[in-house]
């Protein structure tokens, strides 16, 4: 593949911006030289994560976002929007049935979307590092808005997700009375929650049950003073960030419907962030997580490059036969692998 000018990837060149993120994908040599001159200019966009399980429409919402972004901001120019679609069974990597690409919008025409799926390849090991690689691109290529669409289940997803600045959560009627599939770990990095396909029957009671869930996570204030502080009522992990409720909204993405609410609560929440001093602080703690991840990752290879099979299955079978503890086990491949 030749070289890819990172000026014209700065333009926004097309042709630029697709070689730049095929050439990050594959971890190439190239892309990741091209990530040193791209990521000066990166840091302007708003990078927003739709995560939640499979189904619930996170991909027909994602698109019909990117629609309503394109026309209906009001103002001379509605922003560039870039999509990294993470989700192996989404619709804009065709992974869905033919059937449902209908109902998607067209974006194909519009010189100010570019999606981009992912195919995840086997492991997830290394899928964050790559999305932060796609992320960076389209934000050196002066895409205002990003949107990062993943299927919230595992570790990988969260990491995902921790990298954007405005983390939204979709949930949809009739995946159980109980709303099973909301995670307690996907809820706590939810900004904004959607309850999508609010034309089925069950769409109230979602959304009640969503309400009442945040208000057991999101104490009012006045709670918390009665209770004690902030640090002793509330789980540990949940964040002393108590400046912003997450809003809960019902969205129906086929059609369209309370995606202008949805554009208002992300911009709200953007002027949170920069009011607050926020948007310093989250955006300090996604590069720090970013290169978490990236550290992680690297080490993790570096040490299956360095370690020999056998040590490995010898060490395990030790393990599995309780003749080592898995702590000793660890001692023994960090050992037996001399990094
Ligand atoms: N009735 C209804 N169906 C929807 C809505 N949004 C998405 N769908 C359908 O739900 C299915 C899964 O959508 P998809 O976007 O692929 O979900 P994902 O797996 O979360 O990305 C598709 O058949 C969509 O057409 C909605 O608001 N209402
Ligand atoms: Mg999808």
Request: charged content about 20%; aromatic content about 4%.
């Amino acid at each position: 593949m030749p070289v890819t000018n990172p000026q014209a990837v700065i333009r926004g060149e097309r042709l630029a911006v697709t070689r730049a993120l095929t050439q990050v994908e594959n971890n190439s040599r190239e892309g990741y030289k091209l990530l040193e001159e791209l990521f000066p200019h990166t840091g302007r966009a708003h990078l927003i994560g739709v995560t939640g399980a499979p189904g619930t429409g996170k991909s027909t919402l994602v698109n019909q976002l990117a629609y309503a972004y394109r026309h209906s901001v009001e103002g001379n120019s509605p922003p560039r929007i870039a999509v990294v679609a993470v989700d192996p069974t989404s619709p804009f990597s065709g992974g869905a049935l033919l059937g449902d690409r209908v109902r998607m919008v067209d974006l194909a025409g519009d010189p100010g979307v570019f999606v981009r799926s992912m195919a995840s390849r086997g492991s997830l090991g290394g899928l964050a590092g790559t999305t932060a690689g796609l992320v960076q691109v389209f934000d050196a290529a002066g895409f205002e808005i990003i949107i990062i669409e993943t299927v919230g289940a595992g570790q990988a997803e969260v990491d995902i997700a921790s990298l954007a600045h405005t983390t939204i959560v979709v949930e949809a009627p009739g995946l159980g009375d109980d709303i099973q599939t909301i995670k307690a770990g996907i809820l706590e990095i939810a900004d904004i929650l959607v309850v999508n396909k609010s034309d089925k029957p069950g769409a109230d009671h979602t959304l009640r049950a969503l309400r009442n869930m945040l208000a057991l996570a999101h104490p009012l204030p006045e709670d918390v003073q009665h209770h004690g502080t902030l640090s002793t009522a509330a789980p540990a992990d949940i964040e002393p960030e108590t400046g912003w409720t997450p809003p809960v909204l019902a969205t129906t993405a086929t059609t369209g419907e309370g995606f202008q609410e949805l554009i208002a609560a992300i911009e709200e929440h953007r002027d949170y962030l920069k009011s607050a001093g926020e948007w310093q602080i989250r955006e300090e703690k996604r590069l720090k997580n970013e290169l978490e991840v990236l550290l992680r990752d690297a080490l993790r290879a570096h040490w299956e490059e360095k370690i020999a099979p056998e040590t490995y299955q010898e060490t395990l079978g030790k393990v599995i036969r309780r003749q080592i503890t898995p702590w000793r086990a660890v001692d023994i491949l960090l050992e037996g692998a001399r990094l």
